[in-house]
């Protein structure tokens, strides 16, 4: 009896821990709308209640209004000089890929798929587009469509059903970008500053975290030294770097 006492006090100190930081709240936000049409730029800082603070960069958009591409760049250009060339609103870079370069995952890049889907406990989920909808899907829900525009796999899950996903990686701090769809019309892409996994799980399912909008899937993408953003707002440009050079993007244009 007393090792079961014992066992039931040690769980609910972690349920307790967990729940102390999972306690995210917004402490500003500032919005800007593109400089053409289509999206909207919201950057927005968090913090919780041991301290911890974390900056994110999202670009909200509708599928109504813009278009969801996957950029494929074996040249190895940055996100700026592409988004440059492309007259893009807004783009992240995108999944993983090896050290010869190839993508790893489901790569659909304006119709043409340039790498198979794979099984792999990394690659967790799937982010598809078509010309009406977009999807995130967990990698054991898909199924090849017909009419596909864009598609990447990536991982791991951060946000199911509008609830952090349990048991993600909660001691590598890091850059991280990730993907998010909330209604079948309606989704985001962004940039946060160094957070775990756990970390950006828990912020990506924070109450009111994005005004008038409820984040129903996320998923991570190649984060690190990978990890880049822009976005073209009204007021000028907001551009931050990845580290080094990445194999595909995942941008929006406007329609």
């Not at 890049?109 to 010309?131: E, N, Q, T, W, Y």
């Not at 909808?133 to 829900?141: K, Y």
Request: glycine share 10%; aromatic share 6%.
């Amino acid at each position: 009896m007393a090792g079961r006492i014992s066992s039931l006090a040690a769980l609910l100190v972690l349920l307790v821990a967990a729940s102390a930081r999972a306690a995210w709240t917004v402490a500003a936000s500032e919005t800007e709308n593109s400089a053409t049409s289509g999206a909207e730029h919201r950057r927005i800082t968090v913090t919780n209640d041991t301290g911890d603070e974390a900056t994110l960069d999202i670009a909200l958009f509708s599928a109504k209004s813009a278009n969801l591409r996957v950029i494929d760049n074996p040249g190895r250009e940055s996100l700026a000089a592409v988004m440059g060339r492309l007259r893009g609103v807004a783009g992240v870079n995108g999944g993983y890929f090896d050290p010869e370069d190839a993508p790893v995952g489901l790569l659909i890049a304006d119709g043409k798929s340039l790498a198979p889907f794979r099984k792999a406990r990394l690659l967790s989920g799937v982010m598809i587009a078509d010309k009406k909808r977009i999807d995130l899907v967990r990698s054991a829900e898909y199924s090849p469509r017909k009419n596909v525009t864009a598609a990447l796999q990536s991982g791991p899950f951060l946000v199911d059903r509008g609830t952090a996903i349990a048991g993600l990686n909660d001691t590598r701090p890091a850059r991280r970008t990730f993907f998010f769809t909330a209604g079948p019309e309606r989704a985001g892409m962004g940039f946060c500053t160094s957070v775990t996994l756990a970390q950006l799980g828990e912020i990506m399912a924070t109450p009111r975290l994005l005004a008038g909008v409820k984040i129903q899937r996320a998923l991570n993408f190649d984060g690190g030294s990978s990890s880049a953003f822009w976005f073209a707002g009204e007021k000028g440009l907001t551009s931050i770097d990845e580290y080094k050079t990445v194999r595909d993007f995942v941008v929006i244009t406007p329609n």
